[in-house]
């Protein structure tokens, strides 16, 4: 432990900055103030780094943005020394890089595992947090950063019988560590998600007999995976500084791609269409920006999504099942959209069947078997690809306590509030990394990771060189970034789905659009111009004279 004078003689442990998780985001954050010199603790309660990686081993993960942009950019000796298989690297591969950036710069030694942080309280007369742990420590911090996570809480579903079920339970977001074999077993997955989406097509290869529960059907667009060749890396990596540039400040999610230069109903038909099964031709996650207007007008949109149900109904050969598997609840992309490998055409399969959970629901998990419309749907194990408490579900676990002893959750109990994403008022020096009311989920999240961490460290920085104990968001700021973020989203067609973005996953949670849809390149644009005005919107405390933080 490295004891910030900043900071000494309040604990036996003190640290400038404390970071709560070892992901993507977390790692970086280390990284960065290290060398800032900064003292940095990282509390993970997995016992290896990686976060999302780290925790979702099923069958068929994978990322889907593309592996060659999915990836830290802020060092480009990394980015042209790592060799990435696929066009989309399977999650073994995500966590060997997260395993080789945390040795390759040396993280481990800051980063303490098996340790879930419990609580954090705001000390009025110090400006300073205690962090209580699960180690039954308390630690000293003068910042506390949250690089929790937005899809972090694996969320089990309120199902009646569930816990009497005799087979082995699975969810996606907390698989075990030891490889899983489903070879002739008679597997149910509930739950068509991006997550039961990419392992369906694996459990059904594996499986003696596959039944998948679907409460909603879901758009997934193929992702066309492929090796990547030794050629394809070298040409991508040449022009790596293009490509970054753009997902930083020209992108609105984080991603190369052209930019759509016309709305879907400025095209004829046949043109649209040809538009449209070249973007499904070429896979992946830029077929919703073929056009500029589909996440914004539903009859724009109604072509696209029209065009994806004719696929489903021409992939799928009973008529049943591709009624069944043609999302209809929801115009397309306004939940998150999914990217496949043979999804669809695994129903075609002798031994996958579809159950139908929107008419029938669950009606009880019985020792051996799901029950629904009557019937008994015999099973030897369960996989539970039910999602996450998102965007918010770990930083509520964490009991926080701000000013007054004012309770996060108390605070957050109508929804979440914060100023750019990153801080809550009346939480002074407590930061949120791709927080709700930041792009984050909206983004290649790698991107929107590397935008807060930098714009925190800086930050900090000039806190330190002027001297400033505590920051704050100012309540007007975050009233009118609340305001800001709605009015963008309600002028979308985004809230008008039921889906996890809106929290309507989670029986009770608020219903509030979390992430902010403003776009990336926008984003970033709005939080340099809020530091490089001396941090408007944020209340400093202390005097403005340069002070020593640790190693400074
Ligand atoms: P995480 O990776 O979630 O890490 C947070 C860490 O904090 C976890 O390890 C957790 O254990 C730890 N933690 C939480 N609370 C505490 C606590 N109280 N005490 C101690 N530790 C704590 N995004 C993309 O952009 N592209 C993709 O292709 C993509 N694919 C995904 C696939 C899956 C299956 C999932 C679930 C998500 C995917 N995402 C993708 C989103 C993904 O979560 C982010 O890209 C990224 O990995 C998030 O990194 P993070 O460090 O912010 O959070
Ligand atoms: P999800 O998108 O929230 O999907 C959960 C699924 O479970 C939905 O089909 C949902 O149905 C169903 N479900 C939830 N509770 C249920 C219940 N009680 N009974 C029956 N069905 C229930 O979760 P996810 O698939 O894990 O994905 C979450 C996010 O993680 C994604 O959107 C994406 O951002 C990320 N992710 C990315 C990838 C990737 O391809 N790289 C892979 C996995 C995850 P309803 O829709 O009806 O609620």
Same mark, same amino acid.
Do not use: W
């Given at each position: 432990m490295s004891a910030s004078p900043s900071v000494?003689?309040?604990?036996s442990e003190a640290y400038d900055v404390v970071v709560v998780g070892a992901g993507f985001a977390g790692m970086y954050m280390l990284h960065k103030l290290r060398g800032q010199g900064f003292s940095a603790r990282v509390y993970e309660?997995?016992?290896?780094?990686?976060?999302t990686w780290y925790w979702n081993r %099923? /069958?068929?993960?994978?990322?889907?943005?593309?592996s060659m942009q999915y990836s %830290?950019? =802020?060092?480009d000796e990394l980015q042209q020394e790592w060799d990435w298989s696929e066009r989309y690297a399977p999650q073994p591969e995500i966590l060997k890089y997260a395993n080789h950036v945390a040795d390759r710069f040396n993280l481990r030694p800051d980063i303490q595992f098996n #340790?879930?942080?419990e609580r954090t309280d705001f000390n009025e007369s110090t400006n300073l947090w205690s962090v209580a742990l699960s180690d039954g420590k308390t630690v000293i911090a003068k910042f506390v950063v949250?690089?929790?996570?937005?899809?972090?809480?694996a969320r089990m579903p309120e199902i009646k019988g569930l816990d009497s079920f005799e087979g082995k339970v699975y969810h996606t977001g907390h698989w075990p560590h030891e490889a899983v074999d489903f070879t002739g077993q008679r597997v149910g997955v509930i739950g068509t998600g991006s997550s039961g989406i990419q392992s369906v097509p694996v459990i059904a290869e594996q499986a003696s007999h596959l039944t998948v529960f679907q409460r909603t059907a879901n758009f997934s667009i193929p992702a066309r995976n492929a090796v990547l060749s030794e050629e394809e890396r070298q040409s991508f990596r040449a022009k790596y500084p293009e490509v970054r540039h753009f997902a930083r400040v020209e992108s609105r999610n984080g991603i190369y791609t052209e930019m759509p230069d016309?709305?879907?109903?400025?095209?004829?038909d046949n043109e649209r269409r040809s538009k449209y099964e070249a973007r499904w031709n070429r896979g992946g996650l830029t077929f919703m920006s073929v056009y500029n207007n589909l996440g914004l007008d539903k009859t724009a949109n109604d072509t696209a999504a029209d065009f994806v149900r004719e696929k489903i109904a021409e992939i799928v050969e009973d008529p049943e099942t591709a009624r069944l598997l043609?999302?209809?609840?929801? /115009?397309?992309?306004?939940?998150?959209i999914c990217f496949d490998t043979e999804y669809f055409s695994? =129903?075609?399969?002798?031994n996958v069947t579809l159950v139908d959970?929107?008419? $029938?629901?669950?009606?009880e998990i019985t020792a051996n078997a799901v029950r629904t419309g009557g019937r008994e749907y015999e099973v030897d194990a369960l996989v539970l690809? #039910?999602? =996450?408490?998102?965007?918010?579900g770990s930083v509520a676990r964490i009991d926080i306590r701000g000013r $007054?002893?004012?309770a996060l959750n108390q605070k957050w109990a109508e929804g979440p509030r914060t100023y750019l994403g990153l801080m809550s008022a009346g939480f002074p020096n407590l930061f949120v990394i #791709?927080? !709700?009311?930041?792009p984050s989920v909206l983004s290649n999240m790698i991107v929107s990771i590397e935008q807060h961490v930098d714009w925190i460290t800086d930050c900090v920085s000039y806190m330190r060189g002027r001297g400033f104990e505590a920051m704050e968001a100012k309540k007007d700021a975050e009233d009118n970034w609340v305001a800001h973020v709605n009015e963008v989203a309600y002028?979308?067609? %985004? !809230?008008t789905a039921n889906s996890w973005y809106m929290?309507?996953?989670? /029986?009770?949670?608020?219903r509030i659009f979390m992430? %902010?849809?403003?776009g990336v390149g926008p984003y970033r644009q709005i939080c340099n111009e809020v530091a490089a005005k001396g941090y408007e919107g944020f209340a400093m405390v202390g005097t403005e004279q340069p002070r020593k933080m640790a190693a400074s």
């Open positions: 000494s003689g309040k604990a309660q997995g016992d290896g780094v990686g976060g %099923y /069958p068929g993960a994978r990322c889907d943005v593309e %830290y950019s =802020f060092s #340790t879930t942080v949250l690089a929790t996570g937005c899809l972090s809480n016309r709305g879907a109903l400025d095209d004829g043609q999302p209809t609840s929801h /115009p397309i992309g306004t939940k998150r695994a =129903f075609n399969r002798p959970i929107k008419s $029938n629901p669950i009606e690809a #039910t999602g =996450f408490d998102a965007m918010t $007054n002893g004012q #791709t927080g !709700p009311g930041s002028a979308t067609l %985004y !809230p929290g309507a996953n989670v /029986p009770g949670k608020p992430p %902010y849809i403003g």
